[in-house]
T-cell receptor, first 118, second 113 residues
Framework: AQTVTQSQPEMSVQEAETVTLSCTYD???????LFWYKQPPSRQMILVIR??????QNATENRFSVNFQKAAKSFSLKISDSQLGDAAMYFC???????????????FGQGTILTVHP | NAGVTQTPKFRVLKTGQSMTLLCAQD?????MYWYRQDPGMGLRLIHY???????AKGEVPDGYNVSRLKKQNFLLGLESAAPSQTSVYFC????????????FGSGTQLSVL
């Protein structure tokens, strides 16, 4: 079974600064997907960014980017120019490829609470 | 467009009571899921469905039952609630076209006393 570990229960950053959230995972599979989800106080789960394991290029979405190290099984999220609206719980998640039949069965990390200071 | 709607949003039960959580999606998605979120543990998959009339167990299925009688609805039942089932429950849906993106409901806060 796959496991996802987020070793930082809480992180804080000053507005306009950059912060990196860490995530490691354990798997014996070669094809899979990795995700970062944001959960603000409203509880809504929002997809921030996703990475396909077969792609060597790191995914980026505006101010959000990842550092995907497949050999090290590491998948960190970098938030640049942090904004007050970025304050939330962030979850790292893993999904097997499994020939496309793994559907939406995600394995989540424990979450990291991000505080943004003005 | 409503997306994924969960009812109720909050519920308090006494130990041994039963209840059903309803999830409805209006995106014609094939796949639907129930997750529970507990502090320090992230979200864990309870049950899922890959189509109308089908269900399957996830990571933590014990104490729960599900049904998918209609494509747009996925019901999660607790036959005899226990304090260990106090949690936030999330429903999600996806399909083959959006399989890398789950659409989540806003969650149900359930407390079992």
């Amino acid at each position: 079974a796959q496991t996802v570990t987020q070793s930082q229960p809480e992180m804080s950053v000053q507005e306009a600064e950059t912060v990196t959230l860490s995530c490691t995972y354990d798997t014996s599979e070669s094809d899979y997907y990795l995700f970062w989800y944001k959960q603000p106080p409203s509880r809504q789960m929002i997809l921030v960014i996703r990475q396909e394991a077969y792609k060597q290029q790191n995914a980026t979405e505006n101010r959000f980017s990842v550092n995907f190290q497949k050999a090290a099984k590491s998948f960190s999220l970098k938030i640049s120019d942090s904004q007050l609206g970025d304050a939330a719980m962030y979850f790292c998640a893993y999904r097997s490829y499994a020939g496309g039949t793994s559907y939406g069965k995600l394995t989540f990390g424990q979450g990291t609470i991000l505080t943004v200071h003005p | 467009n409503a997306g994924v709607t969960q009812t109720p949003k909050f519920r308090v039960l006494k130990t041994g009571q039963s209840m059903t959580l309803l999830c409805a999606q209006d995106m014609n998605h094939e796949y639907m899921y129930w997750y529970r979120q507990d502090p320090g543990m992230g979200l864990r998959l309870i049950h899922y469905s890959v189509g109308e009339g089908t269900t399957a167990k996830g990571e933590v299925p014990d104490g729960y039952n599900v049904s998918r009688l209609k494509k747009q609805n996925f019901l999660l039942g607790l036959e005899s609630a226990a304090p260990s089932q106090t949690s936030v429950y999330f429903c999600a849906s996806s399909d083959q076209l959006t399989n890398e993106k789950l659409f989540f409901g806003s969650g149900t806060q359930l407390s079992v006393l």
